[in-house]
């Protein structure tokens, strides 16, 4: 079965600090895409990054950059030099890939609330 | 280009009622799925739907059901409404479904069931 466990429910960072959201994962599929996704107050789910597995390469967006180790089943996101509007719910989220129909859903972890104070 | 469009945005229903949610996804997008938000089960899948056909379903009880259109466009019902199916109902779609084309959420119908 799969699973995805964001062990930080609550984070509070100063502006202008970094933070590391932590996202560890579990499948039994070979193949798998492993999702980002940022939720402000107005409930969208907003698409942030999506990474499959055989992709091990980091990523880095502007402020935000990406850590996918395989070995450790994790894939943490970064923010540098947080701002106010980074403030929002993010959830990692997982999809197989070889399982038939689980290639058509996401399961998301529980989220991180990040709140960035002035 | 239009987003997904998810209607209504609120809803009020009491305990016992019906509910029908709507969405609309992306011109060209052939996927819908549903999924439930609540503050203690988190984000769950509830279905998906391609070219008319429920492709998969979560681990919901018979109350929730769907369906897809012709034109794409997606509903979901809610039977005999209980307390705890008061949540944000969101509605992702994506061109094939597989989620290596990825998907785009709508804002939501944040539903409260009194």
């Known amino acids: 079965a799969q699973k995805v466990t964001q062990a930080q429910t609550e984070i509070s960072v100063v502006e202008k600090e970094d933070v590391t959201l932590d996202c560890v994962y579990e499948?039994?599929?070979?193949?798998?895409?492993l999702f980002w996704y940022k939720q402000p107050p107005s409930g969208e789910l907003v698409f942030l990054i999506r990474?499959?597995?055989?992709?091990?390469q980091n990523e880095i967006s502007g402020r935000y950059s990406w850590n996918f180790q395989k070995s450790t089943s994790s894939f943490n996101f970064t923010i540098t030099a947080s701002q106010v509007v980074d403030s929002a719910v993010y959830f990692c989220?997982?999809?197989?890939?070889?399982?038939?129909?689980?290639?058509?859903?996401?399961?998301f972890g529980k989220g991180t609330l990040l709140t960035v104070n002035p | 280009k239009a987003g997904v469009t998810q209607t209504p945005r609120y809803l009020i229903k009491t305990r016992g009622q019906q509910v029908t949610l709507s969405c609309s996804p992306i011109s060209g997008h052939r996927s819908v799925s549903w999924y439930q938000q609540t503050p203690g089960q988190g984000l769950q899948f509830l279905f998906e739907y391609f070219s008319e056909t429920q492709r998969n379903k979560g681990n919901f009880p018979g109350r929730f059901s769907g369906r897809q259109f012709s034109n794409s466009r997606s509903e979901m019902n809610v039977s005999t409404l209980e307390l705890g199916d008061s949540a944000l109902y969101l509605c992702?779609?994506?061109?094939?479904?597989?989620?290596?084309?990825?998907?785009?959420f709508g804002s939501g119908t944040r539903l409260t069931v009194v």
């Open positions: 992702a779609s994506s061109y094939t479904g597989a989620f290596n084309y990825g998907y785009t």
């Open positions: 499948t039994r599929d070979t193949t798998y895409y």
């Open positions: 990474r499959n597995s055989f992709d091990e």
């Open positions: 989220a997982l999809s197989e890939g070889d399982s038939g129909g689980s290639n058509y859903k996401l399961t």
